[in-house]
């Protein structure tokens, strides 16, 4: 027992659990290619990975609640006490929650030969950890705009809960919806936060670049923007009709058009680490006009915008956010670094895309897979080592 809490309290100890961004990040991006290879070989018919739903649906759900699960928990980790000053979560507390997020992985690879319910207890841990975690300290911040997180990650528990019971109950179309509900949960994640440090970034190359200031500040800009996203998606979610969701797209497409224009990202395309994320939020409007075009004319297909969002939109982002926190926040200084890794994403999203809308087929599918692993293993390949290894002095 004894030397049980000392190997624990070592990994607490660690310089890998001194920041949510540490281990998530590693995690996170270790578990890509995994993610990406096997998915592609159950698509594939290679190996036999999936439980009751079939292979897409552990898809999906790893996915969105595995890889963009662990890489959103690694920022949102890092930016609350840096941003809002909430008390950072390390030691033990992040090595119970790391616990949980790899839990619930190690569950669904094991999903062909476990019980459906014990795969879903093993993997509904992880989100009211995090809660429990993070709502009294958000709370009580000053700045009450933090609190729209709490919802957020609600939502993430309810999507969660209603896919595994879909899945006790053998409800193909309710688990799509719930995994859906997921992917919405994640738009308004990235338009919150991506919203707020990619201006904030890019206002900050300016100034020093002399090429102007950051963009001002619009509420009413910024909660239109989210009003109508959030539209959108309880439209989607609700069944609505098609020239609904497809107006509510097309207005989506409008309206954050009009934000990310503001942010004047061509100034600063020749800077390390910004292109990725202006180029996230281009796919984000890709997504948006390939929802309404869908839902308006059907010119194409209705998973389209889904791939533009997770591969394009959510993988430029991550890559963009995880090179700069990792860089940053162990006092590295900030530089050109991962460029080829951004073009080779961003050869994935396109390639997953045109998959998806002239139906390329299997190997399409499984190149556009290899190419997005690849971006995420070069990750590893240059920042593991600075993962696990105490910070340097900030720079």
């Known amino acids: 027992m004894n030397s049980m809490m000392r190997w624990w309290q070592r990994i607490a100890a ?33 190996v036999q990975l999936s439980g009751s739903l079939g292979p897409a649906s552990w898809h999906g759900h790893e996915m969105v609640f595995g890889f963009a699960t662990a890489i959103v928990v690694g920022t949102l980790l890092t930016a609350l006490p840096s941003w809002a000053g909430t008390p950072e979560i390390r030691g033990s507390s992040l090595v119970w929650l790391v616990s949980t997020w790899l839990l619930g992985r190690i569950a669904f690879w094991a999903a062909p030969w476990l019980p459906a319910l014990a795969v879903a207890f093993a993997d509904l841990l992880f989100w009211p950890a995090l809660i429990v975690l993070l709502a009294p300290a958000v709370w009580r911040l000053p700045n009450h705009l933090y609190r729209l997180l709490l919802p957020v990650l609600l939502a993430f528990v309810a999507a969660n809960l209603t896919y595994h019971m879909a899945v006790l109950a053998g409800d193909v179309p309710r688990a799509e919806r719930a995994l859906r509900a997921g992917v919405w949960a994640l738009m308004v994640v990235f338009t919150l936060k991506g919203g707020v440090l990619t201006p904030i970034f890019t206002g900050n190359a ?125 006092g590295r200084p900030l530089g050109a670094t991962l460029r080829a890794a951004a073009v080779v994403l961003f050869a994935a999203a396109a390639l997953r895309l045109a998959a998806s809308v002239y139906g390329l087929g299997p190997w399409a599918v499984t190149s556009a897979a290899v190419l997005w692993a690849g971006a995420f293993v070069a990750y590893v390949a240059r920042f593991g080592a600075v993962l696990v290894a105490p910070s340097m002095p900030r720079q």
């Open 14 to 46: 660690a310089p890998l659990m001194a920041s949510g961004f540490r281990p998530f990040y590693l995690f996170g991006a270790l578990y890509a290619p995994l993610l990406a290879l096997g998915g592609a070989g159950a698509f594939l018919g290679i």
């Open 206 to 330: 300016l100034r020093e670049l002399g090429r102007g200031e950051q963009a001002r500040f619009l509420l009413p800009l910024e909660a239109l923007a989210l009003a109508v996203l959030v539209a959108l998606a309880a439209a989607d979610l609700g069944g609505a009709p098609p020239r609904v969701t497809g107006a509510l797209a097309a207005a989506c497409a409008a309206v954050h058009g009009v934000r990310v224009a503001r942010w004047r990202g061509w100034r600063v395309a020749d800077q390390p680490l910004l292109p990725a994320m202006h180029l996230a939020f281009a796919w984000l409007l890709l997504a948006f006009a390939l929802k309404a075009v869908a839902d308006l004319g059907g010119a194409v297909p209705p998973a389209a915008w889904l791939h533009a969002f997770t591969v394009g939109a959510l993988g430029m982002m991550m890559l963009g956010l995880m090179t700069r926190v990792s860089l940053r926040h162990t």
